[in-house]
């Protein structure tokens, strides 16, 4: 019973991989971060997605109350807070927020607001359908743990 | 931290009677990691631990200066009478490579490289740059600044292991030369004390032309390309300039 718990969980951990390579929400340098995790560091992935998930809110905090202000015009300071958020989101994987960010500095670069509105509508959409992904992903790789540990007790 | 200033202090003592006193005796390379990005840091100090290196990582170039104890204003206060050794707190262990963002509030990277290669007592020190920006223009500036390696983000552990091994080779070499030169000091020591004449036959001249003319050199020596290829990344550009 216990032995198709962790192959259920499996499972579901690579569907869910597959679903967000496939559309382009992920790309392979969340493989790399895998891979760089192990038993030294086994929260390594995690640990760094909890750091953006921390920084970007911050990030896109910033972008909306920039740009909801009526008085509006400092576009580079928009521009440092939209490239930090491009730079870790590469950093971590997340491709379809980064070319997001890729419209939105174009949008940027014209002076272009409304298109920056828009554009900075789809980034908290896609922010918000990405961070529930990875929740979702962490979860199940939790209980893989947990359904191992009951597995092999003596293990531990 | 007081004993981080006794470890600065020693590293730049001659070595004594062949006693190497130098900090980073052990295998690890030890890199300095700049990025003002708290994601970035985390990820390039765990490429660096896999790579079996030891990491500091700073979050701007200003504090990278401090580690080395090139800050200008630790400086100016030394010249007015502080203790240094206070400062030591800022010093840590020899650094072997720098490998830093370019995009950085305050001191780029690229003025974080030209700092560096304007000391006398770090320009040696290789210094590796990271950008998100595939900017040829950038890149070619940064290479002929000195920079060893220009890195496109995201970094992967294919870019740090390259770097890294490199640099472990740069840094044998360079205990090699240091070898044969307190060698050398050796022979020549037992010369005056012995006026052994079989010594002779190995006389310092040579060796020292051919340590100087070490192929080593030849990476910080590549100049720009003048036209850019369909690579998958700029640094293998620089292996290429040799046949332009």
Partial sequence: MLGLAADRLRADMNRLLSFLFHQGILDEQFLQLQQLQDETSPNFVSEVVNIYFHESEKLLRNLRSLLMDREFSDYNKMGIHLNQFMGSSSSIGAKRIRNVCLAFRAASDQNNRAGCLSALEVLEHEYCFLKNKLHELFQIQQQRVLAAGVRYPMQH | ?244
């Fill in chain 2, 1 to 244: 931290m007081a004993r981080n200033g006794g470890v600065a202090w020693m590293r730049t003592t001659e070595k004594i009677d062949g006693y190497d006193l130098s900090t980073s005796d052990t295998e690890e390379v030890h890199v300095l990691a700049v990025d003002d990005s708290l994601v970035d840091r985390k990820v390039i100090e765990r490429l660096l631990r896999i790579s079996s290196c030891k990491v500091t990582a700073v979050d701007s170039g200003r504090r990278a200066l401090q580690y080395l104890g090139l800050d200008e204003e630790i400086q100016k206060k030394e010249t007015n009478g502080f203790d240094p050794f206070f400062y030591c707190d800022f010093q840590g262990l020899k650094v072997d490579l720098i490998i830093t963002d370019y995009c950085m509030p305050g001191m780029t990277g690229y003025e974080l490289l030209k700092k560096v290669k304007e000391s006398s007592a770090f320009r040696e020190i290789p210094v590796v740059i990271m950008s998100s920006e595939n900017v040829i223009a950038r890149i070619d500036r940064c290479l002929e600044e000195g920079a060893e390696d220009f890195i496109v983000k995201p970094v992967k552990l294919s870019d740090v292991k390259r770097i890294i091994d490199y640099t472990t080779t740069e840094l044998r070499e360079g205990e090699l030369r240091e070898g044969a030169r307190a060698k050398r000091r050796g022979i020549n020591k037992r010369k005056q004390r012995e006026g052994d004449d079989d010594l002779s036959s190995s006389p310092p001249s040579t060796l020292s032309s051919s340590t100087s003319s070490s192929p080593s050199s030849s990476i910080q020596s590549a100049t720009a390309p003048s036209s850019p290829s369909t690579l998958d990344s700029p640094t293998r550009r620089l292996k290429m300039t040799s046949s332009e």
